[in-house]
């Protein structure tokens, strides 16, 4: 008899385990440099000015959709120690989404929310918005202020709100500002140069079989011994994995779990292909054919294309 409480702490187990790589040490370099130090060479939660006029630096984090950014950066955010107390006892770091639609006043709003603040009426005027969160974040002790998904800054108010986002770079109240976003985004920072020479780049690579392939067999094994599983993998399963994936780090990780969970639901004792192809078929609602995890010619199929243009390409090959 399948145990779905017990599966189900499994799973939770598993999603809330952060998977460290060399993002990991990539980001926290990036991240270090921006913090001063004190005497003793402790990091402090107080940016570094590079200007005489105060500025401080930012980051700009860029990858596909589902690569895994936004997990690299809260992670990183969320354990690095000098970041974790600000003056008023929160973190030193505050984390935002760009709202629907964006424009200079509701990413003004949506940032003062996330900070707490209270009673924001709707009728106030945007300078005086903006002109509230500096002085909001330097009483909180907030020196790291990061946008997720800020590729949908791709919009009527993006250069105006670009220049706000350099204003919260200057000044007593300066902060350090994380963009992180799909490539759209270093497409919206190139528009604006004296922007852009404000951040400092990560764009995450994509994951490859030659590169990644044994670390991520190797996690994979991990989950499988956490699950109380087996393995029964092909050898080529990772590299079908991240083709499936679209090769990026993050869906590859969402792809494997969601296999181990299908294994789990059917009682099954080992991990298989045939999980895999179950996980992304529900996701993915793809004709049998079309599955990365059963086709042999696997490497031909575009997991983005159409399901008619791979079966004529394939008749094509026969005749």
């Known amino acids: 008899m399948i145990d779905h409480a017990k599966n189900a702490r499994i799973m939770l187990s598993l999603r809330t385990r952060h998977v460290t790589g060399p993002r990991d040490a990539e980001f926290r370099s990036h991240l270090e440099r921006l913090l001063r130090r004190d005497d003793a060479g402790n990091l402090a939660a107080e940016a570094v000015r590079y200007s005489a006029t105060g500025e401080t630096r930012g980051i700009l984090v860029v990858d596909g959709p589902g690569g895994g950014k936004s997990t690299t950066v809260a992670h990183q955010l969320a354990?690095?120690?000098?970041?974790?107390?600000?003056?008023q006892g929160t973190p030193a770091?505050?984390?935002?989404?760009?709202?629907?639609?964006?424009?200079?006043?509701?990413?003004g709003c949506e940032i003062l929310r996330h900070s707490g603040y209270p009673n924001l009426s709707d009728r106030r005027e945007v300078w005086s918005i903006w002109d509230q969160i500096r002085?909001?974040?330097?009483?909180?002790?907030v020196c790291v202020l990061w946008i997720d998904e800020a590729h949908d800054l791709f919009c009527k108010d993006r250069a105006m709100i670009l220049r706000a986002l350099k204003s919260l770079m200057q000044?007593?109240?300066?902060?350090?500002?994380?963009?992180?976003?799909?490539?759209?985004?270093?497409?919206?920072?190139r528009s604006d140069p004296q922007v852009q020479r404000r951040f400092s780049t990560m764009q995450l690579r994509p994951v490859c079989a030659a590169t990644d392939g044994e670390d991520f067999h190797d996690l994979i094994e991990a989950y499988?011994?956490?699950?109380?599983l087996k393995s029964h993998l092909s050898a080529d399963l990772v590299a079908r994995l991240f083709h499936a994936s679209r090769h990026r780090f993050g869906r590859s990780i969402e792809t494997a779990l969601n296999a181990i969970e299908a294994a789990l639901g059917r009682g099954d004792a080992s991990l298989t292909n045939d999980h895999f192809a179950l996980a992304w078929a529900m996701l993915e609602g793809c004709a049998p054919g079309r599955n990365v995890f059963l086709a042999d010619d696997w490497s031909s199929i575009d997991p983005d294309g159409d399901d008619n243009e791979h079966t004529v390409r394939q008749r094509g090959r026969r005749n």
């Open 135 to 141: 002085s909001r974040l330097k009483m909180l002790g």
């Open 224 to 228: 499988c011994a956490q699950a109380d």
């Open 93 to 107: 770091w505050l984390r935002v989404s760009v709202p629907s639609p964006a424009t200079l006043k509701s990413m």
């Open 171 to 189: 000044g007593d109240e300066a902060v350090i500002v994380i963009l992180s976003g799909t490539e759209q985004l270093h497409e919206i920072i």
């Open 79 to 87: 354990t690095l120690p000098a970041l974790q107390v600000g003056s």
